[in-house]
């Protein structure tokens, strides 16, 4: 089934997540993705676990590694040997793109910095994602997702209260990271289109997660206030959040004072008593608005209320476990599923690309087909007959 970028190819030097993601969904678009690993273990993610599946006779893979590496070719190989060299460089003579996540400096001692690369083509777009950034004070720093995520502010304004920073649940700067990072690689494509040259996209950790900053950010930039954790409810925004009712708890969000007023008349409340007149009044007296409305919520179970809520007219939500979520028939509407056949655990279900197309009808284009994460070397084979290798590098499991 054709795709949006399908005839591109991706060489994939990146390991862990951020860079692996970014190809993951360059590769869900259609590009072919020739990810390059070190023949001793491969990717560090083939070893994060557990949950590990499988058995030792026919190979055990990390969940971990699943997740990131759908649609892609895996070929082992050392970038320091003669015959590492010569794949990559003939990989890059005919690639459209280059990822890595080296740390600032790796790429130049294997020999191929950016010059070397855009004299082999001029037209390849490299995206390189750094912890920190690759220059600047602190250019070329080591960085990992918890701390990325708690150096560039977002465990201040994520937890219980000022005083409980927590990180966030999934490696969300290294998936953001790869986000911008196959955002920047369109952006520049979209470029060549018109020059005929390839750039360079950069990114880092520390830049995704700022980027992400919204309105915690403009808070201290142009209003000097520092955002800090508040739990499960909105700081700028009330009543919106988490709010405990029998036997449970479901999530409201009054964004406007029209869905505020909604939510008093289901419930009997006084829209304009003192501390609930205005949203900013209620943003003040956050436990007032709290006792208000869990006292409210009080006799009716989550699936009751929600019936009550959707009466209403008042946008609100269950808190589903992540099983849940995969149960949901409305997951499974929005594509967000995909079977794939492993080449040694089988048929299995993955996550599903976040992107569907639709055509000027307004119908949607069939859904391409899935390739499951590769084992490593899976594709050496094939790739060194069409690179004129003539041997494996001594892969270890």
């Known amino acids: ?50 949950p590990f599946v499988g058995d030792d006779e026919h190979g055990v893979e990390s969940t971990y590694f699943l997740s990131a590496n759908r ?13 590492g060299h010569a794949a990559l460089e003939s990989l890059v003579r005919r690639a459209d793109v280059l990822v890595e996540n080296f740390r600032t400096g790796v790429l130049d001692r294997l020999g191929f910095g950016i010059p070397e690369l855009h004299r082999l083509n001029p037209r390849l777009v490299v995206l ?11 250019g070329g720093r080591a960085g990992y997702d918890q701390i990325a995520q708690g ?13 409980d920073p927590q990180r966030v649940g999934v490696p969300i700067a290294d998936i953001l990271a790869g986000m ?25 950790l520390l830049a995704a997660v700022v980027g992400v900053h919204g309105f915690q950010g403009t808070a201290w930039t142009v209003a000097g206030e520092v955002g800090h954790a508040r739990g499960n409810h909105h700081p700028s925004i009330s009543p919106y959040g988490l709010f405990h009712c029998k036997d449970g708890a479901v999530q409201i969000s009054c964004g406007s004072e029209g869905l505020w007023r909604r939510l008093c008349t289901e419930f009997g409340l006084d829209p304009a008593a003192e501390g609930l007149r205005t949203n900013g009044d209620r ?64 048929r299995l279900t993955l996550p599903g690309p976040p992107l569907r197309f639709f055509d000027g ?15 490593l070397d899976q594709h050496g084979p094939a790739l060194r007959a069409e690179l004129g290798l003539d041997r494996p590098e001594g892969v270890q499991p």
Not at 2 to 17: C, E
Not at 128 to 138: A, K, M, T
Not at 192 to 200: F, H, P, Q, S
């Open 71 to 83: 649609n892609k070719e895996s070929i082992a190989l050392d970038l320091k040997s003669g015959e």
């Open 361 to 375: 009808d307004d119908r949607e284009r069939p859904r391409r087909s899935h390739s499951a994460p590769p084992t």
């Open 1 to 50: 089934m054709s795709a949006p970028l399908d005839g591109l190819i991706v060489v994939d030097l990146s390991r862990a997540l951020a860079g692996p993601h970014a190809t993951m969904m360059l590769g869900d678009l259609g590009a072919r993705i020739i990810k390059i690993e070190t023949p001793a273990g491969g990717d560090d993610t083939r070893g994060w676990g557990p």
């Open 180 to 204: 911008y990072g196959a955002y920047g690689v369109l952006a520049a494509l979209r470029e060549r289109d018109r020059t005929g040259v390839g750039t360079v996209v950069r990114t880092s």
């Open 151 to 163: 150096e560039a502010g977002l465990m201040s304004v994520t937890g219980s209260g000022p005083g």
């Open 128 to 138: 390189s994602i750094s912890g920190f950034g690759h220059d600047g004070p602190e």
């Open 283 to 346: 943003v003040r007296h956050p436990d007032l608005v709290r006792k208000v409305v869990e006292d409210a919520f009080a006799t009716d179970e989550p699936d009751a209320l929600l019936v009550r809520l959707a009466r209403a007219g008042v946008p609100a939500g269950r808190l589903r476990s992540i099983d849940e979520v995969y149960a949901w028939d409305q997951t499974a509407s929005q594509g967000l599923l995909v079977d794939v056949e492993h080449a040694t655990l089988g």
